[in-house]
């Protein structure tokens, strides 16, 4: 077990607002939990479905209240979006092409690109206005099409990879009204969460929600604003697209 490690923020001004969204998921309660621990918010706000205010990914609206109302807390420094969707009862990774089904195509866009990009949409115009602000998202290295080396998983990859696409584009459109403020993919590694718990984990190193936060809260802290618009693995390290 890993001892939590409060990341000192040497590079975000201090007391403003930091948010996760997914705040319930493995990663993200790890996230919360370290921001928490540190002293450089005045808040730190958990948002899930089941938080007070709530979002869903699927319902616009509940994302544009919930930006609203944690914008009336302060300015805000860091947003992460700790979301994501692997698996449920209902659909897993596919192997192969005859496993592919529209639906579950299309919920797995739903959740992993197009509710990430409506996050965007509020978040990043609600970004402190000057000095250092973050907006950062949970990718996975398997949305890479250039590191994409093993196939299957059509649906995670894809979506993943159209975030991705998401971030890079609201980057450039972020710079050149904040040029100041950043907007980044980030890989957190293979984390043991529910999300992670199924599959093989062979050669890979596992990390506990707690390191893995830690990790990319340190990523967010050494970020300089021309590093906005990429996308970055738990160590820090530039993953190809
Ligand atoms: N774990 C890994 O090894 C790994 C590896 C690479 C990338 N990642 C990425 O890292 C991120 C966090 O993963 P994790 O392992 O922490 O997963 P997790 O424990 O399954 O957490 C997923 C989060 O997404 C939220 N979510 C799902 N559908 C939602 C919806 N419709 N509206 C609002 N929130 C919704 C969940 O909320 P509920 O609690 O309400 O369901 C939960 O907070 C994901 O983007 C994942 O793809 C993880």
Redesign the pocket.
């Known amino acids: 077990m890993s001892a939590l490690q409060p990341v000192q923020f040497s590079s975000l001004p201090r007391d403003g607002v930091a948010v996760v969204?997914?705040?319930?998921?493995?990663?993200?309660a790890a996230l919360v939990e370290n921001l928490r621990a540190g002293d450089g918010f005045s808040h730190v706000m958990a948002l899930?479905?089941?938080s007070e205010p709530a979002?869903?990914?699927?319902d616009e609206a509940s994302i544009a209240r919930a930006v609203a109302d944690v914008a009336r807390h302060g300015e805000l420094r860091l947003v992460i979006d700790?979301?994501?969707?692997?698996h449920d009862e209902t659909q897993g990774p596919e192997k192969s092409l005859r496993d592919l089904d529209a639906g579950k195509l299309a919920r797995a866009f739903a959740?992993?690109a197009i509710?990430p990009a409506l996050l965007m949409k509020h978040v990043l115009p609600a970004l402190a206005p000057t000095g250092k602000a973050v907006f950062a998202t949970?990718?996975?290295?398997?949305g890479s099409i250039g590191d994409n080396h093993l196939g299957g998983w059509y649906g995670?990859r894809a979506s993943?990879a159209a975030l991705n696409q998401f971030v890079r584009t609201a980057a450039i459109e972020l710079n050149r009204r904040r040029p100041s403020a950043i907007c980044v993919a980030l890989?957190?590694?293979?984390?043991?969460?529910?999300?992670?718990d199924p599959f093989g984990k062979d050669g890979l190193e596992v990390q506990t929600?707690q390191t893995s936060a830690a990790r990319l809260l340190g990523v967010i802290d050494g970020l300089s604003a021309d590093q906005s618009g990429s996308f970055f693995d738990h160590l820090g390290s530039p993953i190809p697209w």
């Open positions: 969204f997914g705040a319930s998921g493995g990663v993200g899930s479905r089941r979002f869903d990914l699927t700790a979301t994501g969707f692997l959740l992993n509710g949970l990718s996975a290295r398997v995670y993943k890989h957190p590694g293979t984390v043991r969460t529910q999300l992670s929600p």
